[in-house]
C-alpha cells in the first residue's frame, strides 16, 4: 500500500512502515504516527524516528542498551570541546535542517570550521565524540548489513533498539572493536538490487504472517 | 531540596518581561527551598547533576530543547515539556489527529499531503470551509507559519513554501473573533486564564505589519482562574488530557457560545504582568511540581 493512501485510511492492523527516508515531518514520520494515533503497533515507531536521527538520543540510547558508543558532549562551544576531548574528535549536526554526515577535525582550526558549519554560525549544538579508528559507513537493512562481526552485530542491535528497518550506520572502527557514532537516511539511489532483495524477503517473510505493509 | 535546571536560550532574556518572569521563578524556588540554575545550550551535559529540567527555550523535536527533555526523560528526571508532549505539541498533524480520535471540539480541520496536492483539491476545500481558509504548518509557533489564503494562487503559493520543510500541512476553516482565550494547564489543573486580543484590523494575536519585520501583539487580558467560564476550563482540561500531563497553553475560540480549540501549545508563554497578573501563585506551582 502506498503511504499516501495509508494516511487516508483507518486501517487497524499491524504496521509495518517501508521508506528509505523516515526524517522527521516527511511522510515516513506520519505514516507511523498515522499508524499510532489509530492505535496500531508499528515499526518504527515515530518516538523512535526522531530519537534515531538525533545523534545525542540514539548514541544514550544505544549505550543504555549496551551497544558500545564513545563519550559524547552537546554543545557550541568550541573552549568546552577541547577541554573534554584531545584531538582527533568526529562532529555530528543537531539542527533541525542537516540530517546526513559528518565532520572530523585533527586540529583547533578544523574544529571551529566543523561547529559553525555544523552548528550554522552557533545558532545550534553539535554532537562531539573522540576519534580514535577509522569511520565506517555502511547500510542496515533490517539489522543486516555486509560488514564484520562487530559492525553486524552494532547494526542487529541498533533495529532492535530503533526499529528503524531502512538507514546508513556510521560507527567507529578501533582495532577489532566498533563504536556506534551516528544513523541517517539512505538516499533512494543508494538503494541498490541486492537491498531490495533483503526487502523483499522480509517483507514475504512477514506478509506469511498476515501484516500490513506500506511504503 | 530538589535541584532544577531551567534551560534557556540566549533571546528569552531580550524581553524585559520574559526576563522578569524568570527570576519570579527563580525566587519562587529559593522561597521553596530549591535550587533553581539557568541551563544554556553549552552545559546541557550537566543535565544527570539535576533532579528536574524546566524547559523555557522553544520546543520543537529539531531543535536542541528536545535532545534535552529527551536526555532528562530517559534519565529518570521530572522535565517540563517531557518529550510527548513537544512531540504532540510541536506536530500539529498530531495534536488534530488526536483531537478527531478523542472528540475534541475544534476548529474544522483538513489535512493535505505533498503528493496529492491538486487544484481539485483547493477548489473542494473552498467549497466545504467557504473562503477564505487558514493554512497552518505543523511546526507552528508564536503565530508563526499560520496564513490566511482567499484564493487558489496564494493557497497554492503559501502550501508551496510550508511543503518545503513538511509533507503534510492542515488547513482550516476561518473563524474571526475579537480574542482568543488562553488557558493555562498544569497537571490536569487550570493555572491561570487571560484573553489574549487580536490586534485592530488583524486576525491573529501576533501580526506582522505589511512588509516589515516588525510583529505586532494584541494585549493581554488576565483574570482570576475563578472567575472564568466553567465550560472554557472544562474544554481546556479535556483538550490537554489527550496530550499528557504537563505545563500547557490552550488556545480556545468562542464562537456562538461554544469554545472549540485552537491548538494546545507546550512551553507557553509566561511573562511578568500578563498571564501571572491575577494568578500570581503559577510560579510556586510550576516549581512545586518540578521538585515533587
Known amino acids: 500500500m502506498r503511504p499516501t493512501t495509508f494516511l487516508r485510511s483507518s486501517i487497524k492492523d499491524f504496521i509495518l512502515n517501508l521508506n528509505n527516508d523516515y526524517r522527521y515531518l516527511k511522510t515516513g514520520y506520519y505514516v507511523s504516527m498515522h499508524a499510532e494515533v489509530l492505535g496500531n503497533r508499528v515499526i518504527p515507531s515515530s518516538e523512535s524516528i526522531i530519537d534515531a536521527n538525533r545523534t545525542p538520543i540514539l548514541l544514550l540510547k544505544a549505550s543504555k542498551a549496551g551497544i558500545p558508543t564513545m563519550p559524547y558532549l552537546v554543545t557550541d562551544s568550541v573552549k568546552r570541546i577541547m577541554s573534554a576531548f584531545s584531538f582527533p574528535v568526529v562532529v555530528f549536526a543537531v539542527n533541525p535542517f542537516s540530517y546526513d554526515g559528518f565532520r572530523t577535525a585533527n586540529n583547533k582550526s578544523a574544529l571551529y570550521r566543523a561547529v559553525k558549519s555544523l552548528g550554522m554560525n552557533y545558532k545550534f549544538t553539535v554532537c562531539v565524540q573522540p576519534l580514535r579508528g577509522e569511520i565506517v559507513s555502511f547500510k542496515s537493512i533490517f539489522g543486516k548489513c555486509e560488514q564484520d562481526q562487530a559492525l553486524q552485530e552494532i547494526s542487529e542491535k541498533v533495529y532492535g533498539v530503533f526499529g528503524i528497518p531502512i538507514c546508513k550506520l556510521h560507527a567507529q572502527r578501533v582495532g577489532h572493536a566498533a563504536f556506534l ?31 500490513h505493509l506500506v511504503g | 531540596m530538589a535541584k532544577i535546571a531551567c534551560f534557556v536560550e540566549k533571546y ?34 550537566a543535565i544527570p547533576q539535576y533532579d528536574a529540567v524546566f524547559i523555557r527555550a522553544t520546543t ?31 506536530n500539529k498533524i498530531h495534536q488534530y489527529s488526536l483531537f478527531e480520535k478523542y472528540g475534541i471540539p475544534h476548529i474544522p480541520t483538513l489535512f493535505i499531503n505533498k503528493e496529492e496536492f491538486h487544484h481539485r483539491q ?32 496564494s493557497f497554492r503559493e503559501v502550501a508551496l513554501r510550508f511543503f518545503r520543510k513538511s509533507d503534510v500541512l492542515t488547513v482550516q476553516k476561518f473563524m474571526p473573533t475579537a480574542f482568543d482565550w488562553r488557558v493555562g494547564v498544569l497537571n490536569d489543573e487550570i493555572l491561570y486564564v487571560c484573553k489574549y486580543m487580536i490586534p485592530k484590523g488583524r486576525w491573529k494575536h501576533g501580526a506582522k505589519l505589511r512588509g516589515k519585520p516588525t510583529v505586532i501583539w494584541g494585549r493581554t487580558f488576565s483574570m482570576k482562574r ?4 466553567a465550560k472554557l476550563k472544562e474544554v481546556a482540561l479535556k483538550a490537554c488530557q489527550v496530550i499528557g500531563h504537563g505545563l500547557y497553553g490552550v488556545d480556545i475560540k468562542e464562537a456562538n457560545g461554544e469554545y472549540v480549540v485552537v491548538e494546545v501549545n507546550d512551553n507557553p508563554s509566561i511573562y511578568s504582568g500578563y498571564e501571572d497578573l491575577r494568578n500570581k501563585d503559577l510560579y510556586g506551582k510550576i516549581i512545586a511540581y518540578l521538585a515533587d
Open chain 2, 60 to 90: 520543537d523535536p529539531l531543535f536542541t530543547a528536545y535532545v534535552v527533555s529527551r536526555t532528562a526523560s530517559e534519565l529518570g528526571l521530572r522535565v517540563i515539556d517531557d518529550p510527548k508532549s513537544i512531540r504532540i505539541c510541536g
Open chain 2, 12 to 45: 528569552n532574556f531580550s524581553d524585559p518581561r520574559e526576563e522578569k518572569a524568570l527570576q519570579n521563578f527563580k525566587q519562587a524556588a529559593a522561597r521553596l527551598g530549591h535550587e533553581f540554575d539557568f541551563m544554556f545550550r553549552e552545559n546541557v551535559s
Open chain 2, 226 to 229: 475563578e472567575n472564568a467560564p
Open chain 2, 122 to 153: 483547493i477548489l473542494e476545500i473552498f467549497r466545504e470551509f467557504g473562503k477564505p481558509v487558514v493554512i497552518k504548518a505543523p511546526y507552528t509557533s508564536f503565530s508563526r507559519y499560520v496564513e490566511k489564503v482567499a484564493c487558489e494562487t
Open chain 1, 181 to 211: 557514532c551516528g544513523l541517517q537516511p539512505l538516499k533512494k539511489e543508494e538503494v541498490d538490487s541486492q537491498d531490495l532483495k533483503l526487502i523483499m524477503e522480509e517483507i514475504s517473510q512477514m506478509s506469511n504472517l498476515g501484516e
